[in-house]
């Protein structure tokens, strides 16, 4: 079921994504991107030898195992997290691409599964026991606008809706899973090799309404070495390989934040432990090599390590109350395929 819908999900978005539109900033509560993922469109996109923007991506992540101590706020004590996937796809919609004025629509559908050791230390039905191999989802819809307001100024602008959650089926709209967001940014393309920009996000959901302001720097020292940087999302070091230089090591860290919603309403057996919100926060330190196979298509290939910063859980009967958890510092390494049209294609 997972595979034909990615399937479908692929051949859709082959057949309306004729051109995609680089981006450069997003910053949201229960998902902060690397910039070089999923970003907002500059006036001409980028710095020279910059990593290369994103249209259709699929990707895959293994975290190793590492241990999950609910720090007595968490029936079950300490458990055993043998692993930790999660699947990524996610394509852009190009609405205009003119030289003065971008637009475009985005999807992404992101999923991550805890596998515990099954030798829980208490037979008492826990949130641990309710995670153990279930879905987690986060559907996001969102809407990007750019203008250019000269050859060296720009402000961009994204709306987004997320669904984030453990619900049945594909997508569930419920009030509980929601999370609104939007992101504004000016900036200067200072020259081919530098630009920046400044900008706030604020997103709103059930547990609780954020705002963060943002900056990114950009710059080419030469045809081999550079920065990406949006902080405090991302800082990356960048060196370009290859024949061409197309290719490229990333080395950085990047604050990774997730949020959802875990709802018991329609499973007896965890009635008694009602609604609760999940949020984790942790710092990734990474490698990755991304690397050109045909003019549209790239691989890539990430390694590093995870640190959790917090793990929390919040009672969706009381947000204020912060139920503190313990999680395990733990290897990753993550994987994948995208398409992205060559930059001289971009006006």
């Known amino acids: 079921m997972l595979f034909r819908e990615t399937a479908l999900c692929l051949l859709f978005s082959f057949l309306l ?3 995609a539109v680089p981006a450069q900033v997003t910053l949201e509560q229960g998902n902060i991107e690397s910039l070089t993922d999923d970003c907002l469109t500059y006036c001409h996109p980028g710095v020279r030898k910059r990593s290369q923007s994103r249209g259709v991506v ?12 609910g720090n007595g706020n968490i029936a079950g ?12 796809f996610k394509f852009k919609v190009p609405l205009l691409n003119k030289p003065q004025l971008k637009a475009l629509l985005g999807y992404e559908w992101d999923t991550e599964k805890y596998f515990f050791d099954h030798t829980f230390k208490t037979e008492e039905r826990t949130l641990f026991h309710l995670l153990d191999e279930r879905r987690l989802k986060a559907n996001k819809l969102s809407a990007y606008v ?9 402000s961009s602008a994204r709306l987004r809706m997320s669904l984030n959650g453990d619900y049945q089926g ?60 949006a902080l405090p999302g991302q800082a990356f070091l960048r060196h370009n390989v290859g024949t061409e230089l197309n290719n490229s090591f990333l080395f ?47 691989a890539f290939a990430q390694a590093g390590y995870y640190a959790p910063v917090t793990t929390r859980f919040n009672r969706a009967s009381n947000i204020d109350l912060e139920l503190e958890t313990q999680a395990g510092s733990r290897p990753f390494f993550r994987f994948g395929l995208f398409l992205a049209p060559p930059k001289e294609l971009i006006r």
């Open 170 to 229: 594909l997508i569930n709209f419920g009030d509980i899973y929601r999370t609104y967001s939007g992101a504004a940014a000016f900036g200067k393309k200072v020259s081919a090799d530098e630009e920046w920009a400044v900008g706030l996000t604020i997103s709103s959901n059930k547990a609780r309404t954020i705002a963060l302001p943002f900056f990114v720097w950009n710059k080419t020292f030469n045809d081999r070495w550079g920065v990406q940087t």
């Open 77 to 88: 004590g300490r458990q055993r997290v043998n692993r930790l996937e999660q699947f990524t």
């Open 252 to 298: 950085g860290a990047t604050f990774d934040s997730r949020y959802y919603a875990i709802n018991t309403d329609q499973r007896p057996q965890y009635l008694e432990l009602g609604p609760y919100f999940l949020r984790n926060n942790g710092i990734r330190l990474q490698l990755q090599y991304e690397h050109n196979i045909t003019p549209w298509v790239w």
């Open 146 to 154: 750019t203008r250019s307001w000269n050859d060296k100024f720009y």
């Open 17 to 19: 994504f004729p051109f």
């Open 58 to 69: 699929i990707r895959y992540e293994n975290q190793l195992g590492f241990d999950w101590d």
